[in-house]
């Protein structure tokens, strides 16, 4: 099992930067595949970013493309999610999860992940 504790979100203006950190505790953090995950206010909650479990592949919403950037450091179990050019529509609560993946995998679908954070609010005013 593992626990997760994202940070880092809060207001910016459209055009800024953000990075939201995840650190994960519990069972070796390598056994897991990571992903971001959206959910803004009267939507369903979107896939944003994932990442392989031992970082050499990563995958993103064409949403974000450009944009955003996942990584993670194994050695602190912690997975990044650097926001770049923000835009109002990128407002959600965003979510980190943990996917006991095989090695090759990047999950992209919520249903594949079994951790879940509490969420870090991200909001952009224009």
């Known amino acids: 099992q593992v626990q997760l504790v994202e940070s880092g979100g809060g207001l910016v203006q459209a055009g800024g930067s953000l990075r939201l950190s995840c650190a994960a505790s519990g069972r070796t953090f390598s056994s897991y595949a990571m992903g971001w995950f959206r959910q803004a206010p009267g939507k369903e909650r979107e896939f944003v970013a994932a990442?392989?479990?031992?970082?050499?592949?990563?995958y993103s919403a064409d949403s974000v493309k450009g944009r955003f950037t996942i990584s993670r450091d194994n050695a602190k179990s912690t997975v990044y999610l650097q926001m770049n050019s923000l835009k109002p529509e990128d407002t959600a609560l965003y979510y980190c999860?943990?996917?006991?993946?095989?090695?090759?995998?990047?999950?992209?679908?919520?249903?594949?992940?079994?951790?879940w954070g509490q969420g870090t609010q991200v909001t952009v005013s224009s």
């Open positions: 990442i392989r479990r031992r970082g050499d592949g990563t």
């Open positions: 999860a943990a996917s006991a993946a095989s090695l090759g995998s990047i999950p992209i679908r919520s249903s594949n992940y079994g951790y």
